[in-house]
């Protein structure tokens, strides 16, 4: 089983989607005590590889805290790339996504001093019907981590269609149920009880794709430190404010402290592979090319 971060900074990149500015300062010290606690939890509970995991960070954290990219680096981990700003790619054009993607890539190899190969999308939102976007990402990186997927011919069948010829693909498993697309790891791990993230494991592996938890640094313990204020959220309007300021605490508080004790138990039965870069020689192997 793999474990996965998308590093992030819940604070400004909501702040960001909301058009409450266009970048701000950091929440640096919340983001290096989650990533202490992140990496604390994978020495306590994994062996050998399985110590060190792939975090896909924003550029504008490599920008602005190049230190802790460093850091993460150093630890063993792997850096891969979450897009420059934590932006929906399918909101920007194709000459947006390759410069972002590039300028990205940039930061967070010179703050890390490590080759970026490695992408994923935020919130996974891609253009799964034009091969554009795809390609931009092709150009510039080796393999992506972006794509929902119940079904290994469905990987195949989508790279064909995409006309990726080096691009590889880990790929995220899903499954549709009444008309809701599930997936392994974040709100779904800490909402729902330990026994759904078994039966996805389950699932997944019985449909040969590699299970796949992606977590986000505020999900490791309760994470108000990063969440709006109300006086910010109120040039939103009142309403908007009310909502927003409650809602963060679906991501920043609701069942947070379950997180790090599934993922103990969960890793005891399905032991961590590491990072998906030291895994992409076996990709063939479960992925049909």
Known sequence: MYLSIDFEDFHHDAK?????WETGPLKTKSLWEKYEKINTF????????GRFATFFCTGVIAEKEPSLIRQIARDGHEIGCHYYYHDLLKNDDDVCIYNMLSKAKEYLEKASETEVIGFRAPVFAINYDSPTQ??????????????KTG???????????MGLKKLKIF????KNVFGKSLRLGGTYLKMFPEIYSKLMIKSSKKKGIEPHIYLHPYEFDISTDFKINFMDLKKLGNKKAI????????????NNKSTIRKLTSLTKENPLKGTLKSNINNLGSYIPE
Do not use: C, T
Not at 16 to 20: D, H, I, V
């Open 16 to 20: 960001r989607s909301f058009g409450l």
């Open 42 to 49: 994978l020495k306590q509970n994994s062996q050998d590889h």
């Open 134 to 147: 795809y390609k931009a990402i092709e150009k510039v990186f080796e393999y992506d981590s972006s794509f």
């Open 151 to 161: 079904s290994l011919d469905d990987v195949a069948y989508f790279k064909e269609k």
């Open 171 to 174: 790929p995220i498993y899903s």
């Open 243 to 254: 909502y927003w300021y409650i809602r963060q605490n679906q991501w920043l508080a609701f």
